[in-house]
């Protein structure tokens, strides 16, 4: 294993994580220091860091355990390692992320350079007007599930550097570091929030997902997001047949198809007259069902297309309610935009690239918010809603990219 000779770590490989890590989460790990702090002595730090890694002598701390809530309840395990355990992991991914990622599928789309989520709900849009129906695949807590040596037998299909191997196997087994301060040891999975966990991931569900597709159901094309997957069948035999062969293979793979959330779906548009439950799913925050559109005739028609899901814009509700904006009347209206229109421009960068109009749902609640803070802002509007309103669309129209939302033309939703 080389533990007591130089390592090929150089310099330049931490300080080119070092560069990595800084803009991607600033959050501490077990010891409590930011990445602020790290930056306070960042050249002494980064000369030890470097000293243990090259030297075979880097044992990763525990990872912090916190908890975030999921979109459709309950709530989500992430593993936040120390600043010097996020840099230490990026010089193993950079390292490895360009051999692996020439092995990969071209329809695995998660955390990989020059893919991104709008390609694979876009390519999902377009099958789903080619295929009837669907299989949206769940994985179980997937990250927690991974299976530690399966997951080394399909790294070393790739990688031979004993190095990266060593370091490899000993982040899957750090221990992890629960709220209350107890330390939990892990025989399987890796922690959701790690550096390298999304390229393992990938790499594992190339093997027990991806290729065995390929192989078992070659004229089933698929979009895979990490652990979130679509499956696109001519008929709904087709679907069922291959829910049951996933679900053998999932459990060959150590893992569990959720059997809740995975579901046959029909994509049901004007010209399927079939009928079926489940109608519609949704797949990287976009809810795929049937839509009223209109074809290049302007004929409207229904159309199997994807939006904002429900679960989404209530996100997006919670967060303006959590702005308080009607409290905000002792601040200007450019500086309460200037405050908001940074994730404005994020959700309609996002949200807005598919069927854009369901965003006006969440700003027409913005601009009633709005409202109520030129109601506590200025007496004259105070009790007369129809008045204040009257008011902000005078704004909006005047001065239509105060806020990002008056600029997109169509989501306006003063009113």
């Given at each position: 294993?080389?533990?007591g ?97 020439r ?11 020059g ?6 709900v ?23 599930a991974?299976d ?5 037998r ?49 790499l ?77 799913f ?12 209109k ?7 229904t ?74 802002k ?16 005078m ?21």
């Amino acid at each position: 294993m080389m533990i007591g000779k130089p390592l090929p770590i150089t310099k330049r490989m931490v300080w080119n994580a070092y560069k990595q890590v800084r803009g991607n989460g600033k959050a501490a790990g077990v010891d409590g220091q930011s990445l602020a702090e790290f930056e306070q002595d960042m050249e002494n730090n980064l000369y030890k860091l470097w000293n243990r890694l090259a030297s075979g002598n880097y044992f990763p701390p525990a990872v912090r355990r916190v908890e975030i809530p999921k979109s459709g309840g309950g709530k989500r395990p992430l593993g936040i390692p120390t600043v010097a355990d996020r840099i230490a992991q990026m010089v193993v991914k950079q390292h490895l992320e360009q051999e692996l990622d020439r092995a990969f599928d071209p329809d695995s789309y998660g955390y990989r350079p020059g893919k991104s989520a709008h390609q694979a709900v876009e390519q999902a849009r377009q099958r789903c007007w080619q295929y009837d129906w669907v299989l949206d695949l769940d994985i179980r807590g997937f990250f927690d599930a991974i299976d530690h040596d399966l997951m080394m037998r399909a790294l070393e299909k790739h990688c031979q550097d004993n190095w990266v191997l060593l370091y490899v196997k000993r982040w899957l087994s750090a221990p992890v570091m629960m709220p209350d301060g107890s330390l939990e040891e892990r025989g399987k999975g890796t922690p959701q929030g790690g550096v390298i966990s999304p390229l393992l991931a990938n790499l594992y569900l190339h093997y027990a997902f991806d290729m065995w597709m390929r192989r078992n159901f070659p004229d089933v094309p698929f979009e895979r997001y990490a652990d979130d997957s679509v499956c696109h069948c001519r008929t709904r035999q087709e679907a069922e047949k291959l829910r049951r062969a996933l679900e053998e293979r999932l459990a060959e793979c150590r893992l569990e198809m959720h059997p809740e959330k995975t579901q046959v779906v029909y994509c049901k548009d004007s010209s399927r007259k079939g009928e079926h439950p489940h109608i519609q799913f949704t797949f990287l925050g976009f809810a795929f069902r049937p839509r009223s559109a209109k074809n290049r005739k302007g004929q409207a028609f229904t159309g199997f297309l994807p939006a904002a899901s429900p679960a989404s814009l209530k996100r997006m509700r919670e967060k303006i309610r959590a702005w308080r904006v009607p409290h905000q009347a002792h601040l200007p209206l450019t500086a309460i935009a200037e405050k908001l229109n940074p994730v404005l421009r994020g959700w309609v960068q996002y949200y807005g690239r598919f069927y854009p109009s369901e965003l006006s749902k969440v700003f027409f609640y913005l601009d009633d918010r709005l409202g109520k803070w030129l109601r506590k802002k200025s007496k004259q509007y105070m009790g007369h809603k129809g008045r204040s309103q009257k008011r902000l669309r005078m704004i909006a129209k005047q001065n239509p990219g105060l806020f990002v939302h008056w600029s997109q033309r169509g989501m306006a939703a003063v009113g």
